[in-house]
Nanobody
């Protein structure tokens, strides 16, 4: 059974940093393309970043490029999202996803989601 458990969310000031973690189990992590997505309030989910199984390729949405960094530790079956230079518009619930059909495919219904961790950016 696929399990994705996010942690590391919280309150940050504008310009601050947070590091999210997603601990996984129930599948061969090193073979899995993983992503982070977010949902702000009543808006639809937004794909944020993705990483291939071996970590050699990473992808970012334009809204976070240059500020966020995705990484993974295959020995720990964990994927991370380092978020720097946070803005109030980054406030959202952040979800780890296992993409069954390529980067971001979980947002199209092909993959698995964790329960999320809340990030609030406010002074």
């Amino acid at each position: 059974q696929v399990q994705l458990v996010e942690s590391g969310g919280g309150l940050a000031q504008p310009g601050g940093s947070l590091r999210l973690s997603c601990a996984t189990s129930g599948f061969t992590f090193s073979n899995a393309t993983m992503s982070w997505a977010r949902r702000a309030g009543e808006k639809g989910p937004e794909w944020v970043s993705g990483i291939t199984g071996d970590g050699s390729e990473t992808y970012y949405s334009e809204s976070v490029k240059g500020r966020f960094t995705i990484s993974r530790d295959n020995a720990k079956s964990t994927v991370y999202l380092q978020m720097n230079s946070l803005k109030p518009e980054d406030t959202a619930r952040y979800y780890c996803t296992k993409d069954a059909r390529g980067i971001g495919s979980a947002l199209e219904g092909f993959g698995s989601w964790g329960r999320g961790t809340q990030v609030t950016v406010s002074s």
